[in-house]
Nanobody, 127 residues
Framework: QVQLLESGGELVQPGGSLRLSCAPSGRPFSALTMAWFRQPPGKDREFVAAIKRTGGYPSYANALNGRFTNSRVNAENTLDLQMNSLKPEDTAVYYC????????????????????WGQGNQVTVSS
């Protein structure tokens, strides 16, 4: 069993930056494909970013236009999502997700591929 502990969600002004973190436990971190998803108010959950077990080839939702950076340090057991130039439409509950499967790029964006989920962190972008 894998537990995912998230931190970092808060209220931030438009144009600001925020970093979310996820700390997995229960399995070796290097054995997990990791991802971020978010659920805006009144909408379905959507893909944000994913990263392979080795840390290479991070993938992102096209709509982010390079504003977010997903990174992991396996030796430190940490996954971070750096979010810059935040917009009101980034307001959502953000979820860290993990799977023991090695996924191809297109599959990493599918939430049904992930069996472990964090508790969710509220990010609110508002002035």
């Amino acid at each position: 069993q894998v537990q995912l502990l998230e931190s970092g969600g808060e209220l931030v002004q438009p144009g600001g930056s925020l970093r979310l973190s996820c700390a997995p436990s229960g399995r070796p971190f290097s054995a997990l494909t990791m991802a971020w998803f978010r659920q805006p108010p009144g909408k379905d959950r959507e893909f944000v970013a994913a990263i392979k077990r080795t840390g290479g080839y991070p993938s992102y939702a096209n709509a982010l236009n390079g504003r977010f950076t997903n990174s992991r340090v396996n030796a430190e057991n940490t996954l971070d999502l750096q979010m810059n130039s935040l917009k009101p439409e980034d307001t959502a509950v953000y979820y860290c997700a993990a799977t023991t499967k090695g996924l191809i790029t297109s599959s990493r964006a599918r939430d049904q591929e992930y069996e472990y989920w964090g508790q969710g962190n509220q990010v609110t972008v508002s002035s």
